[in-house]
């Protein structure tokens, strides 16, 4: 059982809505968007994130919630340039805030074995508590809505998505995890409540197997993970998806990046659909994102679509019941 999550010390580093440019890519030159930024105390740690928001956002008027998990290795704060500024545009477009937490030593304790160095590092972090808490961080601080909470990340980042919707469906409505499956060491949990699952994975991604089996993260294991298609059957059974899929054909926007795209969505009858963005030929990357690392190392990019726009349409058709509003936190100096 999830532990309750524990009292928090709150530390806002950046007071007043500013201007935000994300650095590194695109994002520079991208639409203007605000910043706001900050630390709690969790778990005998201080936990960073950063936030995007549109420039009029009142915290008056309750908004949509995405906190996008970096990828072990990365971080929160350079997610957005590895996307081309996806979510800075989106941002900007909707008026919904996101939020970029940093993981600790670089990445996030998913539920699968924790081996090399940097994952020991995270031993005894509850990343799950930390994330509930931010949730209601930033429900007392920015004002976003209970009722619309959703989560996205990519690898790491991605698996830690699939976690949040296991572990705190009572918050969640919904997730997006992009070049994720279920972990094995995660098959015995189920969502108490039902929470939407959308996954984006290419059938050549060198390192998350899009048929299952190890992970393999350049020369190291790092857990057994169902298939795709074994994922949303899973999840399909336990939100009680229909069985016939809705199946739409993307667009080949760039004939010569050698993937092609099939978005399949099966409509739920207890309020959370299931989708599956298959991208035959992708690789272990951001559709629409920067090629980070050599196509031979982590498999080609998919230009044929920006996968954020996508991600939030899918967001916006869930909503969860507001929980209770949490007990504020007073602030503490450090």
Not at 207 to 213: E, I, N, S
Not at 274 to 294: E, M, N, S
Not at 305 to 329: G, I, M
């Amino acid at each position: 059982m999830r532990p309750s999550v524990p009292a928090l010390a709150v530390l806002l580093l950046l007071g007043p809505l500013a201007p935000a440019a994300p650095a590194g890519g695109p994002a520079e030159d991208g639409p203007p968007v605000a910043r706001r930024a900050g630390r709690i105390e969790h778990g005998g740690r201080w936990r960073a994130w950063h936030a995007l928001l549109p420039l009029n956002h009142d915290p008056g008027r309750p908004v949509p919630l995405v906190l996008a998990l970096h990828g072990g290795g990365g971080s929160g704060v350079g997610f957005d340039a590895v996307t081309h500024g996806q979510f800075t545009r989106e941002v900007a477009r909707r008026g919904w805030v996101v939020a970029f937490p940093e993981g600790v030593a670089n990445g996030w304790n998913d539920g699968r074995p924790l081996t090399g160095r940097r994952e020991r590092a995270r031993r005894g972090v509850d990343d799950v508590a930390f994330l509930s808490a931010l949730i209601d961080h930033l429900r007392q601080t920015l004002g976003v809505d209970p009722e619309r909470v959703y989560a996205t990340g990519i690898s790491n980042g991605g698996f830690m998505a699939i976690r949040l919707a296991l572990d705190l469906s009572e918050k969640v409505a919904a997730v997006a995890a992009v070049t994720a499956t279920l972990p094995r060491a995660l098959a015995a949990r189920v969502p108490t409540q039902p929470v939407g699952l959308l996954l984006a994975n290419g059938t050549a991604d060198p390192l998350v197997p899009y048929a299952g089996g190890e992970v393999r993260a350049f020369g190291r294991l790092r857990g057994a993970v169902f298939s795709t298609d074994e994922t949303i059957a899973r999840w399909r059974g336990w939100v009680g998806a229909r069985q016939d899929a809705r199946q739409v054909a993307i667009p080949d926007r760039d004939p010569h990046d050698g993937t092609r795209a099939t978005l399949a969505t099966w409509e739920a009858t207890r309020g959370a659909a299931v989708a599956r963005l298959r991208i035959d030929g992708g690789g272990h990357a951001w559709p629409g994102g920067r090629q980070y690392l050599p196509a031979a190392r982590i498999g080609p990019v998919s230009r044929d679509l920006d996968l954020v726009p996508l991600l939030f349409d899918f967001f916006a058709a869930h909503r969860r019941a507001a929980p209770p509003a949490p007990a504020p936190s007073p602030p503490r100096p450090r």
